[in-house]
């Protein structure tokens, strides 16, 4: 394994730019501290961690493509860091220069710092103009050694009038305490089409701090589904900005936290042109002594005037130990705008349990019912139907096992 | 023995008492009917029956020579009481065939407990709902077609329908009152509440009782509507009272 110093980063090689780009964020992380906990975004989240007792792997553990995404038109797995396999899809370190919009402010903190440091390779998809794939294009991103950091990256160039979907399905074993810290980058050029599906599954005890920023054009569409199923800590940090009049941004997502889980989640929309609007419907449930932190910034600038910007987050607190946050945000410099938000948090529902208990089904019978309902209407939203049944299954077990442990 | 006894059945909420020494017995296969100003105890009483918890209950209740006070609610549904409720909840995400399958497998011949769903759903026509999820964005009618359908499948001894005719129109009344007489046998007893007489001019009870400040006050045969019609409730508070 390798620290994180500057040398390890100059030893990852590639193109001159990647060099130098990794060089300078390197130069910025050896004097980079962990996050302020008293910062907004670090709120409500304790990250009992430090990022120097991680290092990078030096050759990839050992494995294969599991999903089941049926047919697919391209497919990339990453395996601590490294492209294992690559069909369809192209690399970062391939570019002749970077992508076009540096999306992701590097000094905003140090994991954002440290993944611009040590990224070693990145997968690619290129749209081009008015291209149309009806296959879904997968990454798969795998950790498998503990003690290791590894930053998985994808960027998706969505050129004008381009269609297609992605899936991208994060997995490691129970036992791989391992900290991983990938980011995702959208383009999506004028009237570009593009859902994302993200599901990850880590292991219980691995740490996620996942970067994802998207920046639609006009008259284009961003559809991201996400589905937060594992990690003792995995955190989604997330901006779409709405740059181009007409731009969509819809959201679907739900995750679920059992034992001592923590799931946060920080989404910042930018409306930032005319005539844009935003969905936002995110789901969760905690058990056990879990937590959840949901912030969602809706913010409308001056020029975006007839945007339309709505968010939901409806959280279920199954247990007397867990926790969810949800913090709805909304700052508005438009006059002419339709924005709302709906945010819960509470335990189930007693006049649900009374209807369907009142029907013969047992108080844990009527529960369980009662929980997929709850999470029946986000799974239904997800872009990405093919990984429904199996969400489906994952978080009936998740809240079945819990009932039978005397967590929920 | 009778389907359904209720014996001093007293009810609270808190420091409220609402039900004050219910006495009530239904023979299997009769339809008795309860007739009530509002606020007079009506669902509280239907709720009592199927153990909803808020409610404090003290008395008896059997159901087929079972005594169900202090049961949980599942519990009475396996008695054999149920209830098709005034104001039926929406379960967002759960359809109506999610928890048909999930009572298929509490059945001892689940074959013949599709069969009956299968009937029913024609019968009581709601097939166009079955995968929505459940009383949501359903009519008036369509949520009443809904819980009669659920208590059909359900095939209980006793069946509790609270107001199952308020909030319809003229047309949906009488449709609702078919379902309700299409449901009874020999064997099902029926409880049913309603506020108006409306619905009575399409059943046929074999009794009708007024309920006034928690507890009946006056039984009778079906001209008892009739009466009821021309004097109106508050002529049987003074009865009560005096
Ligand atoms: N959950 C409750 N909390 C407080 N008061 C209640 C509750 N349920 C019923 N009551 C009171 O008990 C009385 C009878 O109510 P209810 O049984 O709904 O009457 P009805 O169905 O005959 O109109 C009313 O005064 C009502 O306010
Ligand atoms: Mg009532």
């Not at chain 1, 601590?80 to 899809?89: A, K, R, V």
């Not at chain 1, 990256?153 to 050129?159: F, K, Q």
């Not at chain 2, 359809?95 to 048909?100: A, F, I, Q, S, V």
Request: glycine share 8%; charged share 25%.
């Amino acid at each position: 394994m390798k620290p994180l110093t500057p040398s390890s980063s100059a030893g990852l090689g590639g193109p001159a730019w990647l060099i130098a780009s990794r060089s300078a964020a390197a130069e910025a992380f050896a004097t980079a501290a962990m996050p302020d906990p008293r910062l907004e975004q670090w709120r409500y989240v304790d990250l009992e961690f430090d990022i120097a007792d991680y290092q990078l792997a030096v050759t990839p553990g050992d494995a294969q493509f599991e999903a089941d995404a049926g047919p697919t038109a391209g497919r990339a797995l990453v395996v601590d860091g490294f492209i294992t396999e690559l069909e369809g899809l192209g690399r970062l370190s391939e570019l002749s220069a970077p992508p076009a919009s540096p999306a992701i402010d590097t000094g905003a903190d140090i994991f954002a710092t440290a993944h611009t440091a040590f990224v070693r390779d990145g997968v690619v998809l290129h749209l081009e103009r008015n291209s149309a794939e009806s296959d879904t294009y997968l990454m798969e991103v795998v950790a498998t050694q503990s003690s290791t950091l590894s930053f998985p990256n994808l960027t998706v160039i969505a050129e004008e009038g381009s269609q297609s979907s992605v899936l991208v399905f994060c997995r490691s074993a129970d036992d791989v305490d391992a900290l991983v810290v990938p980011r995702i980058t959208i383009e999506a050029g004028p009237a570009a089409n593009i859902s994302i599906t993200i599901v990850q599954e880590w292991g219980d005890m691995t740490r996620a701090l996942a970067q994802l920023h998207t920046s639609i054009e006009r008259d284009a569409r961003v559809h991201l589904g996400e589905v937060g199923l594992g990690g003792v800590y995995s955190r989604l940090f997330f901006t779409v900005d709405l740059q181009g009049s007409g731009a969509h941004s819809e959201i679907s997502g739900l995750y679920f936290g059992d034992e001592d889980q923590t799931l946060d989640y920080r989404a910042t929309i930018n409306h930032q042109a005319p005539r844009t609007t935003s969905n936002m419907f995110l789901k969760g449930a905690v058990e056990g002594s879990a937590h959840s932190v949901f912030t969602g910034m809706i913010r409308i600038e001056e020029e975006a005037q007839q945007t339309s910007a709505h968010q939901t987050n409806r959280n279920l607190v199954l247990s007397r130990d867990a926790s969810a946050e949800s913090v709805p945000n909304l700052e508005i410099l438009a006059n002419d705008v339709a924005c709302g938000h709906a945010s819960t948090v509470g335990p189930l529902d007693q006049e649900q349990r009374y209807y369907l208990t009142s029907r013969g089904l047992d108080r844990d019978r009527a529960d369980r019912l009662q929980v997929r309902g709850f999470f029946e209407e986000a799974i239904g939203l997800l872009p990405n139907q093919a990984v429904a049944p199996g969400i489906r299954r994952i978080v009936a077990t998740k809240y079945a096992e819990a009932q039978a442990a005397g967590r929920a | 023995m009778n389907a359904l006894e209720i014996k001093n059945l007293d009810a609270s909420i808190g420091e409220i008492k609402i039900l004050r020494g219910l006495d009530l017995s239904i023979p299997k296969g009769a339809m008795h009917v309860i007739m009530g100003p509002n606020g007079s105890g009506k669902s509280t009483l239907c709720h009592v029956l199927t153990g909803k918890e808020e409610y404090e209950a003290t008395g008896s209740v059997k159901v087929q020579g079972v005594e169900v006070l202090g049961t949980p609610t599942d519990q009475r549904a396996g008695a054999g009481i149920v209830q098709a409720f005034q104001y039926p909840v929406e379960i967002p995400g759960v359809t109506l065939r999610d928890l048909m399958e999930e009572l298929a497998g509490d059945q001892d011949d689940p074959d013949a407990f599709w069969a009956r769903v299968d009937r029913k759903r024609d019968e009581i026509k709601v097939g166009r709902f079955m995968d929505r999820a459940i009383n949501l964005g359903l009519s008036g009618g369509e949520k009443k077609r809904s819980e009669i359908f659920q208590i059909s499948v359900l095939n209980p001894a006793v069946a509790v329908l609270d107001e199952i005719d308020s909030g319809l129109d003229v047309d949906a009344v009488r449709e609702v009152a078919e379902a309700v007489e299409a449901m009874r046998t020999n064997e099902l007893a029926i409880l049913l509440i309603t506020h108006y007489d409306r619905i009575l001019r399409y059943l046929k009870p074999d009794r009708i009782h007024v309920m006034m400040d928690g507890k009946i006050v006056r039984s009778g045969g079906p001209e008892l509507a009739a009466e009821l019609e021309g004097t109106g409730y508050e002529a049987f508070r003074k009865v009560a009272e005096g």
